[in-house]
């Protein structure tokens, strides 16, 4: 889940989209090029990141350097300014180079074996769809899609087409997290009883950035760090919810014209588990909480790249310092998926995975709407 890029309006985004249709001239800096021709040869996957903002070019590409299982074949990009750039620090060939105009002919380049969608949410459906046709597999940043039924296109046309859909929960190969998914999965403490998960942050006031223009984010603050809270609440309880109860809050108007600034919500969940949730662009929390019958965990930061750590506790005692992991979070989510490619086995966070958090946040919205506990559909 990207962390806020270099915000644009959606008249910028398009313009910089049509800035990078053209011939391409420039040659890649030779020695990366030979490395990633090595790589390949090496039994890696090449993978083609679609979008180069701040997400992909601080955290996803330095990653993939760091990679066993797959490396940074090619880009895909309306910047024009990007693509020598990026040919030289990467070694991308010529040929692994595209523009939004011609994404589609990827079908024909055999060096690229995944596409990893990382534009605004409201391109998430298309270019998953596109690039399945195109036969390659998927990988898309999180929020999944504008909406569940949204989400569900993506799935059958991944399905249709004979590959594989991932979504970027990277907190999925932490191993700090991990531990609470243990815990729910083997309930040494006894049955879980209750969850509060904490995600956001203090937006900027550029009012012209995508994360505030409703036709490319689709929401607000649920839309990005409400994610990781519904996330949180699932697999710290190891159950899918049946049902919400969503309230939301504006102090500022003007910026959270569009969208939402603050969402907290409660989840209802088959065993009698119940969570509590926050998200906002207004604040900054960080924090996931487990109430078991024996006993407690905890993990704050809850969700940055670095520095996950916490506590376990045995009823009021402290049992276990979880420690801060020295992971690379996103290395190790394109190498699972890559693996899973090769193997021919599922993800662990397939399309399915953000299908469940889409249905909650079109709950979570229907609740906001209308008032009142939801039903999830």
């Given at each position: 889940m990207p962390t806020p890029i270099d915000p644009s309006s959606r008249r910028d985004f398009v313009t910089r989209l049509s800035t990078g249709l053209g011939a391409l001239s420039f040659t890649p800096f030779l020695p990366r090029a030979l490395a990633q021709s090595s790589a390949k040869k090496q039994g890696k996957l090449g993978i083609a990141l679609v979008g180069l903002g701040n997400y992909a070019g601080k955290q996803l590409a330095p990653a993939l350097e760091q990679a066993s299982d797959c490396y940074l074949a090619g880009i895909v990009t309306g910047t024009k300014e990007k693509e020598g750039v990026w040919a030289e620090k990467y070694g991308i060939k010529k040929a692994n180079i595209y523009n939004y105009r011609n994404f589609d002919r990827i079908s024909e380049n055999d060096d690229i074996d995944i596409v990893y969608v990382v534009l605004p949410n409201s391109?998430?459906?298309?270019?998953?769809?596109?690039?399945?046709?195109?036969?390659?597999?998927?990988?898309?940043?999180?929020?999944?899609?504008?909406?569940?039924?949204?989400?569900?296109?993506?799935?059958?046309?991944?399905?249709?087409?004979?590959?594989?859909?991932?979504?970027?929960?990277?907190?999925?190969?932490?191993?700090?997290?991990?531990?609470?998914?243990?815990?729910?999965?083997?309930?040494?403490?006894?049955?879980?009883?209750?969850?509060?998960?904490?995600?956001?942050?203090?937006?900027?006031?550029?009012?012209?950035?995508?994360?505030?223009?409703?036709?490319l984010a689709g929401g607000g603050a649920m839309m990005d760090m409400g994610v990781y809270s519904i996330q949180a609440a699932r697999y710290c309880v190891g159950e899918e919810p049946i049902a919400v109860t969503a309230q939301e809050y504006k102090t500022d108007l003007r910026k959270f014209k569009e969208?939402?600034?603050?969402?907290?919500?409660?989840?209802?969940?088959?065993?009698?588990?119940?969570?509590?949730?926050?998200?906002?662009?207004?604040?900054?929390?960080?924090?996931?909480?487990?109430?078991?019958?024996?006993?407690?965990?905890?993990?704050?930061?809850?969700?940055?790249?670095?520095?996950?750590?916490?506590f376990v506790f045995k009823g009021q005692n402290v049992e276990r310092t979880l420690e801060v992991q020295p992971i690379n979070q996103q290395q190790r989510q394109m190498d699972g998926f890559a693996r899973s490619v090769k193997a021919g086995t599922p993800s662990i966070v397939s399309g399915e995975e953000g299908l469940a958090d889409m249905k909650v946040i079109d709950a979570i919205y229907r609740s906001i709407a209308n008032g009142g506990r939801r039903e999830l559909i």
């Open positions: 391109m998430h459906a298309e270019y998953t769809i596109r690039a399945a046709k195109a036969g390659k597999h998927v990988i898309c940043e999180k929020p999944m899609a504008m909406n569940a039924a949204e989400a569900r296109t993506m799935i059958d046309a991944c399905e249709r087409n004979g590959v594989m859909l991932s979504i970027g929960y990277r907190l999925h190969f932490d191993p700090n997290t991990r531990e609470l998914m243990k815990l729910a999965e083997e309930k040494p403490y006894g049955a879980i009883k209750y969850v509060q998960s904490e995600a956001s942050f203090i937006m900027g006031n550029n009012l012209k950035a995508w994360r505030l223009n409703r036709a969208v939402d600034e603050t969402i907290t919500w409660q989840m209802e969940f088959p065993s009698g588990a119940y969570s509590n949730s926050t998200t906002s662009y207004n604040m900054r929390t960080n924090r996931i909480y487990v109430s078991y019958e024996r006993g407690a965990a905890s993990l704050e930061p809850a969700t940055k790249y670095t520095g996950i750590k916490g």
